[in-house]
C-alpha cells in the first residue's frame, strides 16, 4: 500500500500556486494544479469585483468540489478581509500520487503555525512568517534564507527551512530623491545615517528589523499606509519605505528611487523534524530538486 503524507499548503495566492506548480513538474499532475489555479484565480477577480456572475457562491463552491474523489480538488469558503467581508472560496484539499507516496495538500491558513504545532511533518509558506515569528534579532542583517536557520533558537520551534521554491520577489528598500543625501542610492549603508519615518506594511515590523539589522533600525519609526492607500504612495509621503516589489514600476510613478533588495520573499518547504518519518523523507525529496539560488543546502 503507498504511503500518504500530508502536507500543509496556503489556500490561496503566489505561495500555493508555486507549491502547485512544483507538485506538477514532480508528480505529473499539470490539469489538478491548473484546476486550482485557475479556479482560485477567477474567485479572486470575483472577490475584487473585476468579474461577476449571477451564481451564488454556494452553488460555485458545489460545482468546484469532487468530495467523493480525494484525487480531485475540494474547495471550502472562508471571511475575506475586504469591506462587507464576502465568503471567499480557497483551496481546501487534494490528494496527488507522487511516486512511493501519494501528497496529501491540505490547506491551511497559517501553514507554518500548523508545523509549530506539530500537525504536519512538512509544510509550505512564505519565508517572511518565520522571519516575523521567530528569527533571533541580531545587529547584522539577515539577507539570505539560506541563513534563516542559524538564527531559529532550538528550543523555541522544532520547524526548520528545507528549501525555496524560486517564486522570489524582494522586499526592496525605496525613498523619495528629497530623502536622500546628493548622489545617494537607498540601502543598509544610506539607514545607517538615517532617522526618521519608515512606512512598511502593518505586521512587518519584526521582518524589517531582522533584514536591516537592529544596529540599523534604532532610530527607524515605523509608520503604515493607511486603509487603502497603495502602499508606494504611502511611502512616497514618508520619504522613505519598505514594499515587496518585482518591477519597482509603481514605485517609480510615485517618484521614488528604487534601491537595495533586502531579502527575497519565496515560497519555502519547512518541515517539523519531530514528526519527520520515511515517508516525509521520500517526499520532502521531491521538492528538494530546485533552481532558486535561495536553496538550503
Known amino acids: 500500500m503507498t504511503d500518504t503524507i500530508s502536507v500543509a499548503v496556503p489556500r490561496k495566492g503566489r505561495p500555493l500556486e508555486a507549491v502547485l506548480q512544483r507538485v506538477a513538474e514532480e508528480a505529473d499532475a499539470e490539469g489538478v494544479a491548473d484546476e ?30 469532487h468530495v467523493g474523489d480525494e484525487t480531485r480538488p475540494d474547495f471550502t469558503l472562508l471571511r475575506d478581509d475586504r469591506a462587507g467581508k464576502p465568503r471567499r472560496i480557497v483551496f481546501d484539499s487534494v490528494t496527488v500520487p507522487a511516486g512511493d507516496v501519494n501528497l496529501r495538500l491540505v490547506g491551511r491558513e497559517e501553514p507554518f503555525r500548523s508545523l509549530r504545532k506539530h500537525d504536519f511533518a512538512l509544510g509550505f509558506d512564505s519565508a517572511d512568517l518565520v522571519l516575523e515569528e521567530v528569527v533571533e534579532l541580531r545587529p547584522d542583517p539577515l539577507t539570505r534564507i539560506a541563513d534563516v536557520n542559524a538564527r531559529i533558537d532550538p528550543h523555541d520551534t522544532d520547524v526548520r527551512v528545507v528549501a525555496g521554491m524560486g517564486d522570489t ?27 526618521g519615518d519608515l512606512c512598511i506594511s502593518p505586521r512587518y515590523e519584526r521582518l524589517v528589523e531582522a533584514v536591516v539589522g537592529t544596529r540599523n533600525s534604532d532610530n527607524l519609526d515605523f509608520c503604515y499606509p493607511a486603509e487603502d492607500e497603495e502602499e508606494e504612495a504611502a511611502i512616497a509621503d514618508a520619504g522613505v519605505g519598505v514594499y515587496l516589489t518585482v518591477t519597482g514600476s509603481t514605485a517609480r510613478e510615485h517618484g ?15 518541515e517539523n523534524y519531530e514528526e519527520t518519518d520515511e515517508s516525509a523523507e521520500t517526499a520532502k525529496q521531491l521538492f528538494e530538486r530546485t533552481e532558486t539560488e535561495m536553496a538550503i543546502y
Open 256 to 270: 521614488l528611487v528604487v534601491g537595495e533588495e533586502l531579502f527575497p520573499s519565496e515560497t519555502v518547504l519547512m
Open 36 to 65: 486550482i489555479t485557475s479556479t482560485l484565480r477567477y474567485e479572486k477577480a470575483v472577490t475584487k469585483g473585476n468579474q461577476t456572475t449571477d451564481e451564488s457562491v454556494y452553488d460555485r463552491l458545489a460545482e468546484y468540489s
Open 169 to 195: 520577489v524582494y522586499h526592496t528598500l525605496m525613498a523619495t530623491p528629497e530623502a536622500l543625501p546628493q548622489g545617494g542610492q537607498p540601502s543598509r549603508e544610506f539607514l545607517r545615517n538615517y532617522a
